[in-house]
């Protein structure tokens, strides 16, 4: 059984800071792309970040480009989305996704984590 679970998230004020981390099992995690997505309420799950099965190539939405950062560590089977500056309208739920290809959207996602709400004051 394949499970994603997240943490890390919580109530931060603008400009601030989080990590989160995602860790994986049931699955081969070196042969999975990983990525964050997010879902503000009322709004459709939005792709954020991904990155490539050995980290070599990552992909980001230009809205976070120069603030956050993906990465992974595959001996933790994890990946992480170091949030930085961030602002209020980040506030969402964020979600881990594994994929068998480079995730840029949600029709590239095998699987998903519940997700962690993040909350950025202003």
């Known amino acids: 059984q394949v499970q994603l679970v997240e943490s890390g998230g919580g109530l931060v004020q603008a400009g601030g800071s989080l990590r989160l981390s995602c860790v994986a099992s049931?699955?081969?995690?070196?042969?999975?792309?990983m990525g964050w997505f997010r879902q503000a309420p009322g709004k459709e799950r939005e792709f954020v970040a991904a990155?490539?099965?050995?980290?070599?190539?990552?992909n980001y939405e230009d809205s976070v480009k120069g603030r956050f950062t993906i990465s992974r560590d595959n001996a933790k089977n994890t990946v992480y989305l170091q949030m930085n500056s961030l602002k209020p309208e980040d506030t969402a739920v964020y979600y881990c996704?594994?994929?068998?290809?480079?995730?840029?959207?949600?029709?590239?996602?095998?699987?998903w984590g519940q997700g962690t709400q993040v909350t950025v004051s202003s």
């Open positions: 049931g699955l081969p995690f070196r042969a999975f792309a």
């Open positions: 996704a594994a994929g068998t290809n480079l995730i840029t959207s949600t029709i590239h996602v095998n699987y």
């Open positions: 990155t490539s099965w050995i980290g070599g190539t990552t």
